[in-house]
T-cell receptor, first 115, second 113 residues
C-alpha cells in the first residue's frame, strides 16, 4: 500500500512564526503536491514537485515555499505564518511519467491553527 | 478541465448498493473521469478512474455512458465506513506530470444502519 505520512496531525503556531510541514512517501513516486482545504473553497494547490529539487507554483503559492531535497520528502514552509493560513494542509504523491494523469495518494492532513 | 455536477447529498442503507451519479456534459475525448472520497477529518482517497470503458476494482465500479457525458460510481455493498464525501473529477491527459486535482463540492453519502 502507498503510504504518505505527514509530520503532525494538529499544529498551533503564533503569527509571524516560521512553520515547517513535512511529508514523506514510501512508493518512490516522482510527483508530490501540497494542497490546502478550506470549507466552501475545496482543495487548492499550493505547490507541486515533479522531481528532486524541482518545484512549480500551484494556484495559491503566496506566503509559502517548498523544498524537495530527496525524492521521498517534500516540505512546505510558511515563512511568516498569518491567521489566514489557518487551514487543513494535505500532502499527496503520484507516479510520474507520460500516459495520462495518475491517481494521487494523500496523507492524513495537518490541521494548522495560527493564532 | 471539464466541469462536473453532482448531487449534494445521498442516503443509502447499509448492505445495499450506493449509486453516485456525476454529469460531465462538456467532457472532451482526452479527459479521464476520476473518483475520490474523503472521510471526515482524513485525507482524500483515490477510488477509481476510467476513460471510456466501464471499470471495476476492489473498492467500486465505474460506469461511463456511451456518450461519456455522465458516469456512475457504484459501491456494491455499502457499509457505514463508506460514509464520506465523494468527488467526481474530470482531468485532461497532459504531457507533464504535475497535473493538479480540483475538487468541487462532491456528494455527501450517508450510509444508514
Amino acid at each position: 500500500d502507498v503510504k504518505v505520512t505527514q509530520s503532525s496531525r494538529y499544529l498551533v503556531k503564533r503569527t509571524g512564526e516560521k512553520v515547517f510541514l513535512e511529508c514523506v512517501q514510501d512508493m518512490d513516486h516522482e510527483n508530490m503536491f501540497w494542497y490546502r482545504q478550506d470549507p466552501g473553497l475545496g482543495l487548492r494547490l499550493i505547490y507541486f514537485s515533479y522531481d528532486v529539487k524541482m518545484k512549480e507554483k500551484g494556484d495559491i503559492p503566496e506566503g509559502y515555499s517548498v523544498s524537495r531535497e530527496k525524492k521521498e520528502r517534500f516540505s512546505l514552509i510558511l515563512e511568516s505564518a498569518s491567521t489566514n493560513q489557518t487551514s487543513m494542509y494535505l500532502c499527496a504523491s503520484s507516479p510520474g511519467g507520460a500516459g495520462g494523469p495518475r491517481e494521487q495518494y494523500f496523507g492524513p492532513g495537518t490541521r494548522l491553527t495560527v493564532t | 478541465d471539464a466541469k462536473t455536477t453532482q448531487p449534494p447529498s445521498m442516503d443509502c442503507a447499509e448492505g445495499r448498493a450506493a449509486n453516485l451519479p456525476c454529469n460531465h456534459s462538456t467532457i472532451s475525448g482526452n479527459e479521464y473521469v476520476y473518483w475520490y472520497r474523503q472521510i471526515h477529518s482524513q485525507g482524500p482517497q483515490y477510488i477509481i478512474h476510467g476513460l471510456k470503458n466501464n471499470e471495476t476494482n476492489e473498492m467500486a465500479s465505474l460506469i461511463i455512458t456511451e456518450d461519456r457525458k455522465s458516469s456512475t460510481l457504484i459501491l456494491p455493498h455499502a457499509t457505514l465506513r463508506d460514509t464520506a464525501v465523494y468527488y467526481c473529477i474530470v482531468r485532461v491527459r497532459t504531457e507533464t506530470s504535475g497535473s493538479r486535482l480540483t475538487f468541487g463540492e462532491g456528494t455527501q453519502l450517508t450510509v444508514n444502519p
